[in-house]
């Protein structure tokens, strides 16, 4: 969630280290103990998306208003009838059930949240009992911190805490927290604060529940400071759901911060990396509010995800048609990224009225599996431009490769061998339309239209690629402007050349080809943001390319470039231009041209 629009403020009221060869630097999978909750990424159903959107019908009693106990049993059948057997079995029930339809919270006499009777009359467990009757697991919400409605002049008792009350577990000074101020924020220091969030897991567990969403959670959620560190506030949830002894999934929202992504991974069993999917208008999502934001913001979680722990790129909204607000195309995009990425598979669609096309996105078994599979997720094996190449390679040796033509017109995009760690032929299967298209020699290329992907399973049949490797900051390269050698741990010969701004350019000089051609050279750099550079080829025409960021500016990462070469000594050259570009820290050149 936002919280800088008005729309979003509605709802505060609701409240790889780098290896020599190629072949590796893809993400594969690693073995793990089987971790009893989040062994891979949940699948089911979310209420918010149809909560927050304004399309004609879906909130009819005003904003939000959606959420409701007979609305939640309508998704519970239609899951349970449509979508279950695809592996699709957790009701999620998002925030406000605890509010009535003027945004009045209700609190029971220990602080913590009391279902409204008027949207859910049965009350929390009727709900997930008949939930649970259809073999499907339930999802509540919660905002991080001691909500202020709950405070009631700090004389509201803790349950099973004698003598302690609201006012011994919060900030004297009554500090607010998460993404909307909407709690007070709890302080951990004091032996009364983990008692009331041992109540509210209490509750939720004893009422049966298998999943608890914690929203607004920073540092992220739009905020950041010591007010806004809710680590705390997760390692007491991790706690608390311990000693309930119920099995129940820990997921946290919003826009988590990179920089504590072992904390997200240590507490909890999933991390929403950015913010909604939702556009908050009249469909429930755009592409461009803010699915393809998606592209741009994954890499540099991948390889944070894995058994017990799963980056959350939210709902998927894929099945409704115009509901939805994007072309097929798009919706076959949307898809395609969450699986390879290895996100949840939750949708917020109306699942009692799918279309066709939705239905078969959703329930594509050969594209679950790679969403379910052992493997880690892929990441962009090509800069984050136009068109992108993503890939992971699989325990038995495969390869999930998927293609995306992110631009506003039709467009090819080809996937190379080369950049995937071989050379020579692969057989290819498109896991969408379920059909194997035969032998590709050196790669694979397909017209794609506007923000359109294809998806395939790549099995390699030829040899393993070669190369020479060339060190960013060796005395034999020319640097310009500001850039200069500095000192970084995680980079192949512990140092990179940095500085690359505002003119600032690296030169790698006498990288010798054995013959004129194109090759895909694999280029190892830092960059804590998304940050694009030139590159050109003995002084010819230079292609400015965007290098995803790799999270921050100790971690490596890898992309594969096209260049062409003459025969012989060249020269490669990295130019920041007018702005700043990454760090640069080494480039491996294959002995053969693509």
């Known amino acids: 969630m936002y919280s800088l629009t008005p729309v979003r403020a509605l709802r505060a009221m609701v409240v790889l280290a780098l290896t020599a060869g190629f072949a590796t630097h893809l993400p594969t999978a690693h073995a793990d103990t089987a971790p009893t909750v989040a062994a891979k990424p949940y699948m089911g159903w979310s209420s918010w998306s149809m909560q927050s959107s304004k399309y004609p019908g879906l909130n009819p009693d005003g904003d939000y208003s959606y959420l409701t106990e007979a609305n939640v049993d309508k998704q519970t059948d239609a899951l349970a009838a449509k979508l279950k057997k695809y592996g699709y079995d957790y009701v999620n029930i998002d925030a406000g059930w605890w509010m009535d339809k003027t945004w009045k919270s209700g609190f029971d006499e220990y602080g913590r949240q ?39 002049d700090g004389k509201t008792p803790i349950r099973n805490a004698d003598g302690c009350t609201t006012a011994d577990i919060v900030y004297s000074d009554l500090r607010t927290t998460n993404g909307w101020d909407s709690a007070y924020k709890i302080d951990f220091s004091r032996p009364c604060a983990q008692k009331y969030i041992d109540s509210q897991a209490q509750l939720i567990a004893g009422w ?59 507490y909890s069993n999933g991390w929403r990396i950015d913010t909604d999917v939702e556009c908050y208008c009249n469909t429930l999502v755009s592409w461009e509010n803010s699915v393809d934001d998606r592209w741009d913001d994954a890499p540099a979680w991948t390889d944070k995800a894995g058994p017990g722990g799963w980056n959350d790129l939210d709902s998927l909204d894929v099945g409704n048609g115009a509901m939805d607000g994007l072309t097929k195309a798009e919706r076959q995009s949307y898809a395609t990224l969450w699986a390879v990425a290895k996100s949840p598979l939750f949708t917020g669609d109306d699942l009692t009225r799918l279309d066709d096309y939705g239905v ?60 995937l760690g071989f050379t020579g032929k692969a057989d290819v299967r498109d896991l969408w339309n379920h059909e194997d298209l035969g032998s590709f020699t050196n790669k694979v290329t397909e017209a794609l239209p506007a923000h359109g992907s294809r998806l395939f399973t790549v099995t390699p049949h030829g040899s393993a690629v070669t190369t020479t490797p060339y060190e960013a900051e060796a005395t034999t390269n020319t640097l310009s402007g500001n850039a200069s050698v500095a000192d970084c741990s995680a980079c192949s010969g512990a140092h990179k050349v940095g500085n690359l701004y505002l003119g600032g350019k690296l030169t790698v000089n006498n990288v010798v080809a054995a013959k004129a051609g194109t090759y895909q050279v694999r280029i190892a750099y830092v960059s804590g943001d998304s940050r694009s550079v030139a590159i050109s080829a003995n002084g010819n025409g230079a292609t400015s390319h965007k290098f995803p960021s790799t999270g921050d500016w100790g971690t490596v990462g890898t992309v594969s470039v096209p260049v062409t070469l003459k025969a012989g000594a060249n020269t490669i050259t990295f130019d920041s231009g007018s702005s700043y570009a990454p760090d640069i820290d080494r480039i491996d050149v294959p002995k053969s041209s693509s």
Do not use: C
């Not at 959670?217 to 759901?241: L, R």
């Not at 679950?368 to 052992?374: E, K, P």
């Not at 984050?384 to 699989?394: E, G, R």
């Open 360 to 419: 078969s996105l959703l329930t594509n078994r050969e594209v679950i599996a790679v969403d379910q599979s052992d493997a880690l997720p892929a990441r962009p094996v090509t800069p984050s431009d136009a068109q992108q190449v993503w890939a992971a390679k699989n325990p038995n040796g495969t390869y999930t490769v998927a293609l995306f033509n992110l631009a506003s017109a039709p467009a090819a995009v080809s996937a190379n061998w080369t950049a």
């Open 208 to 266: 049966g529940y298998d999943f608890l969403k914690l929203d607004g959670v920073g540092p992220g959620s739009g905020k950041s400071g010591d007010q806004y560190d809710n680590v705390a506030d997760v390692a007491a949830w991790n706690k608390a759901i311990t000693a309930t002894g119920r099995p129940l999934h820990l997921e946290l929202s919003w826009s988590l911060d990179y920089g504590h992504a072992a904390d997200w991974k240590k």
């Open 114 to 152: 009391k279902a409204d009777p008027v949207r859910f009359p049965s009350g929390m467990k009727a709900v997930a009992d008949r939930i649970h009757s259809k073999g499907l697991k339930a999802g509540i919400y919660l905002p991080a911190g001691l909500e202020k409605g709950a405070y009631g």
